[in-house]
Nanobody
């Protein structure tokens, strides 16, 4: 079974940038679609971005379009989330997720990481 470990979270000022990484263990990483979600305190987890197995197709929540970029390296078994122009309201725990189907990874992926905290100060 694939396991996911996020890293790269931390404290950043509003308007700043941060890059999150999610390393996957196990075989066949390149067969899976990957996604990023976030959960702010007191709020439900929400979809942020997703990428298909090849990296050829990406999807973003409207709130992050133009500021966040998802990418993957199938040799390193890693997916990335480059975040820029960060806002204080984007303070949250960021999770990566995995599933076979891209449409599923944007909604109810089967496998989740434990998350990494991102705090955006004003």
């Amino acid at each position: 079974q694939v396991q996911l470990v996020e890293s790269g979270g931390g404290l950043v000022q509003a308007g700043g940038s941060l890059r999150l990484s999610c390393a996957a263990s196990g075989r066949s990483f390149s067969a899976y679609a990957m996604g990023w979600f976030r959960q702010a305190p007191g709020k439900e987890r929400e979809f942020v971005a997703a990428i298909d197995w090849s990296g050829g197709s990406t999807y973003y929540a409207n709130s992050v379009k133009g500021r966040f970029t998802i990418s993957r390296d199938n040799v390193k078994n890693t997916v990335y989330l480059q975040m820029s122009s960060l806002k204080p309201e984007e303070t949250a725990v960021y999770y990566c997720a995995l599933d076979r189907a891209l449409v599923v990874v944007t909604t109810t992926p089967r496998t989740w990481g434990l998350g990494t905290q991102v705090t955006v100060s004003s």
